[in-house]
């Protein structure tokens, strides 16, 4: 008789969701009970998974459907951060688990926190610290001893050299460069295509070859519309 998977929900019904469920499938760990979403009509398919109910129910929606864990499935770096405080207001010991597509490569030593979505491709080499709640997106690479900060994103093709820093909800989106011992700071976002030789303040919106300070961005400040 196989083990018994951990009946999980997904909280957030957008893109991500798709790709999420992509990961999950591949993975073959879970079985998906159903996804919490704010916007979607309750009973709507998205994906060939019925939505549930809204997070305010969400003490009520565990019980019924017997729910032992969950992922958040939302792209905005600060959006997961409110929905994570959500969930935890109602029940501090929800459990949250991970979805790590089966090609993804960890090296050894890594840290690996709670939360993590990473996409195929992804590599992460040894003795990276990759923390809570964060987003890997297609072949992005990790190199040994850098540190992603929870709640922070690496969008696709984006490279990283060893020992960088990315703060607290900050984006590194698609296909950036990233040199050895740099720090990106909390709440910033690297645009496309940059080539960044410096480090990064908070909460500034940054891009360019080579990089430049655009300008200041607000704490909460989306970076997917």
């Known amino acids: 008789m196989g083990e018994i998977k951990k009946r999980i929900l997904l909280f957030g019904g957008g893109n991500q969701v798709h790709y999420t469920l992509d990961i999950i499938q591949n993975e073959n760990k ?3 009970v159903g996804i919490i979403d704010s916007v979607h009509e309750i009973g709507a398919d998205r994906y060939g998974y019925k939505v549930l109910g809204r ?20 792209g905005d770096n600060w959006s997961r951060f409110k929905v994570h405080q959500s ?21 050894k030593n890594v840290q690996l926190g709670f939360g ?29 001893d850098c540190i992603i900060e929870d709640y922070a994103s690496v969008s696709a093709g984006s490279v990283m050299g ?13 296909g950036v460069t990233i040199l050895d011992r ?9 645009g496309s295509g ?8 908070d909460n500034v919106l940054a891009y360019g070859n080579p990089i430049n300070k655009i300008r200041a961005r607000a704490i909460g400040e989306k970076f997917l519309k």
């Open 55 to 74: 997070q305010e129910n969400l003490i009520d929606i565990v019980e019924k459907y017997k729910i032992d864990a969950g992922i958040i499935t939302i």
């Open 162 to 174: 060893g020992y960088v820093n990315i703060g607290r909800f900050s984006a590194v989106t698609l």
């Open 182 to 190: 740099l720090k990106i700071g909390e709440n910033s976002v690297i």
């Open 116 to 144: 993590v979505v990473m996409m195929a491709g992804v590599i992460v080499n040894p003795l990276s610290k990759i923390g809570n709640f964060t987003f890997f997106a297609t072949g992005c690479q990790i190199e040994h």
């Open 194 to 201: 940059s080539l960044v030789l410096k480090d990064i303040p």
């Open 30 to 32: 879970y079985d998906v």
């Open 87 to 107: 969930i935890t207001e109602q029940m501090p010991s929800f459990e949250f688990v991970n979805a790590i597509h089966p090609s993804v490569v960890v090296g």
